[in-house]
């Protein structure tokens, strides 16, 4: 450990300061009592994000406020809010693009509120688990421990689903949607478009049973196609686009009886040797408990 004083987490150089912003932030102690709205001013150079903003709050005026956040390069999804009344992430939000002088920041709606800005998201990874987000295959423990070969799948069988899988799991479309505002029990964006994602994957066996799953009163159906989930996603994913395309999926499968391809596995060649000097790679262990 080095001594010395800490290095700030947001050092804001008073000379390169180009406007001072309020931070007009939702304040709520957990314990039931009303929600306020606090007023901070905070010094804005070039290049701030709403999230440093609030990291300079907290280390220069208030200690108490309560948010998440994680990388500060809009990969863990953990910094997502509402800013100015629309669903982002708070590293990805830079204060000058927002050309105004207050920026009102709330948690993400749609979610309880455990504290300030921090909601509680146990709906949106529930409803993750529900649609079972992994390749489900008969034999896939014995599978993963013996690999007898690699999957053949075509680039063009990838690219049915390769968007979808960049979900960081922020929580923002189901935040965003509006039939989740009305129907809590409603799968949402997020879990369908996964749904989507394994429904399309050729190497999952589990086609059928995926798509009875999505096929309900809460499912698939009840989207009405507001887009707002796509218009909000950080990543450029469009959940929107996955859920009808499940739609058809579901159609296929149910009225028409249709099955989808599954990847083959492909046999190790034989008669290939390893090239010289290439190392052989260490002996793989099995963990038991
Ligand atoms: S802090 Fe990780 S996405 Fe913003």
């Known amino acids: 450990m080095t001594g010395g004083t800490p290095k700030p987490l947001v050092d804001v150089d008073m ?13 709520y102690n957990g314990t039931g009592d009303p929600p306020t709205y606090k007023d901070y001013e905070v ?21 108490s406020l309560s948010y998440r956040a994680s990388c500060r ?14 669903p982002r992430l708070a590293c990805q939000t830079q204060i000058l693009d927002l050309q105004t002088s207050v920026v009102v920041v709330e948690p993400l709606k749609n979610y309880p509120v455990v504290k300030d800005l921090v909601p509680a998201l146990d709906q949106l ?18 599978e993963l421990e013996n690999p007898s070969g690699e999957f053949e799948q075509s680039p063009e069988e990838l ?6 899988t960049y979900c960081i799991k922020c929580g923002i479309c189901l935040a965003a949607c509006p039939t989740v505002a009305s129907d809590p029990l409603f799968l949402g964006p997020q879990a369908l478009a996964q749904a989507y994602r394994y429904v399309a994957d050729t190497r999952d066996t589990a086609y059928a049973e995926r798509c009875d799953l999505v096929d309900t009163a809460h499912g698939v159906w009840r989207c009405h196609y507001a887009g707002a989930c796509t218009e909000a996603c950080p990543k450029g994913v469009d959940p ?4 009808q395309l499940l739609k058809k999926k579901v159609f296929q499968h149910r009225v028409l009886g249709k099955k989808r391809k599954v990847a083959r596995v492909a046999p190790k060649p034989t008669g290939v040797s390893r090239r010289p000097n290439v190392p052989e790679p260490p002996a793989r262990t099995v963990k038991s408990d």
């Open 240 to 243: 929107a686009f996955a859920i």
């Open 125 to 142: 990874f529930e409803k993750h688990e529900a649609v079972k987000p992994y390749v489900m295959r008969p034999g896939e423990e014995d």
């Open 43 to 63: 010094p804005t150079k070039r290049g701030m994000t709403v999230l440093d903003g609030l990291l300079w709050i907290k280390e220069n005026l208030d200690g």
């Open 15 to 27: 000379d390169r300061v180009v406007q001072t912003t309020t931070f007009r932030v939702f304040r």
């Open 159 to 164: 690219d049915e689903f390769i968007q979808f």
């Open 73 to 86: 390069m809009g990969v863990c999804g953990s910094c997502a809010m509402m800013i100015n009344g629309k």
